[in-house]
């Protein structure tokens, strides 16, 4: 689509259709908020997370148990201020998970490949409403590996 905005000629709906556009131009996948079926308090694409951490760690056979682990390991915990600062640092340096079986060694889990970005799975979501005290609706948000790693809120000139 061709946009053209005109000073105070636009609407907040217009400027989201064209970021999404950006978005997909540089290969993240679209999908309407109202389109992903889930809890509202769940904030992760635990779907896209697991088929990623399937994908890349295909070779090492990792039980459900394991994987739970993973997916676990990466959901906020409270206070949220605190779980916040540990689930970014897991998402950038990743962690060490001791395995079922013993007499495995433990595996580093990276929730990103930063190595290898053709290896993540890229989202742009908008209109995804997340319950905590009150419900949210942010305008687009931003997740790779089902992980939200960014927030866009837009507003008319």
């Not at 105070?8 to 989201?16: D, M, P, Q, R, S």
């Not at 999908?31 to 990623?52: A, F, M, S, T």
């Amino acid at each position: 689509m061709d946009y053209i905005f005109e000073r105070g000629k636009f609407t907040e709906a217009e400027l989201e259709a064209a970021i999404i556009e950006i978005f997909e131009q540089q290969g993240y996948n679209y999908v309407p908020g109202k389109n992903i079926h889930r809890k509202y308090d769940d904030i992760l694409l635990v779907d896209d997370l697991k088929e990623y951490i399937i994908d890349r760690y295909a070779s090492e056979s990792l039980s459900d148990s394991e994987m739970k682990k993973i997916v676990n390991q990466i959901i906020p915990a409270a206070p949220l201020y605190n779980g916040n600062r540990e689930t970014f640092w897991l998402i950038n340096e990743g962690f060490d998970l001791v395995r079922d079986d013993i007499s495995k060694v433990a595996l580093h889990i990276d929730y990103i490949d930063y190595e290898h970005p053709e290896n993540n799975i890229f989202k742009v979501v908008n209109q995804y409403s997340v319950q905590d005290i009150h419900l949210r609706r942010p305008d687009l948000l931003i997740f790779i590996n089902g992980i939200p790693i960014g927030i866009c809120e837009f507003k008319t000139a």
